[in-house]
């Protein structure tokens, strides 16, 4: 269970904290208000309300039909379960497409209740993380396997296997902190590209499938909890509801295995 001192609220600030005093953050998706109270209960640092929840709530192939009225939803009911952990938003795909959409997006995300939005990949949107936080909006940067990227992608494969894509990867991670991101998650990298990164960047690595050097982890809560929601289970995952008992064991489970540096191990790094 959370001590009193950690029960004292996250902010951003806290965040960059954490990284220089080299305590792992534990990050989990959610999406509704009762899961939200027992994340936030059972030592949850950050809660993402991803747009994942389009494939594992609305039953999509993908991200990509989630709007932006699904995430101030969901944004809404999520926050009025917490007390302790600091809540982050996606912006959903191609609400950030340009500065004035993702200002618009981001200011009714923080309205309804986030902490941080969260915007996947570099390029042109250093543009519009540059343009948020020049308005005291926090970012959380998204790199690696990038979500909304599929299409591109021609799937959901990882990225940064080869030297140029790793290459690439660094100077991206590093582009997205001087534009103004207080966090980096980074999703389907190779251990070794994400240790680097995470040495070379001032703010928290968040890795989900890059190994177990990163500055935290996050996970999909129904891929945490072993649930069947018709996609293919990633080889990161874990089910940590077999080990803990209950859905709040599993939480403790889950943040003791992350903060003892146990999960990811090996078998779920690339």
């Not at 699904?70 to 009025?80: C, L, N, S």
């Not at 042109?124 to 998204?142: G, M, N």
């Not at 509801?241 to 489970?253: F, T």
Request: charged share 20%; net charge negative.
């Amino acid at each position: 269970m959370s001590t009193q001192a950690d029960s004292k609220p996250w902010t951003v600030p806290a965040l960059a904290q954490a990284k220089r005093d080299g305590r792992k953050l534990v990050m989990l998706t959610c999406y509704d208000h009762g899961f939200a109270r027992t994340l936030d209960a059972n030592g949850v640092d950050l809660i993402l309300i991803g747009d994942s929840l389009g494939m594992v709530v609305q039953g999509h192939d993908s991200t990509l039909p989630v709007t932006v009225e699904d995430m101030v939803y969901h944004t809404r009911i999520v926050a009025r379960g917490l007390q302790r952990a600091l809540l982050v938003s996606d912006l959903s795909f191609q609400s950030d497409a340009t500065p004035e959409r993702a200002l618009d997006a981001a200011t009714r995300l923080l309205q309804a209740g986030a902490e941080m939005v969260k915007l996947e990949g570099a390029g042109h949107k250093l543009e519009v993380i540059r343009f948020l936080a020049e308005r005291d909006i926090p970012v959380c940067s998204h790199l690696g396997l990038t979500p909304q990227s599929v299409l591109a992608f021609g799937g959901y494969r990882v990225q940064g296997r080869e030297d140029a894509a790793a290459a690439k990867l660094l100077a991206d991670a590093k582009a997205v902190v001087e534009a103004g991101a207080s966090l980096l998650v980074l999703e389907c990298v190779p251990s070794a590209l994400a240790e680097k990164i995470t040495a070379a960047v001032v703010v928290p690595t968040i890795g989900i499938g890059a190994g177990p050097h990163c500055d935290g982890q996050v996970l999909v809560l129904h891929d945490f909890l072993g649930l069947d929601s018709g996609h293919r289970r990633p080889k990161f995952v874990k089910d940590f509801l077999g080990e803990g008992g209950s859905v709040a064991g599993a939480v403790r489970a889950y943040a003791e295995a992350v903060r003892a540096g146990s999960f990811p191990a090996a078998e779920h790094s690339y």
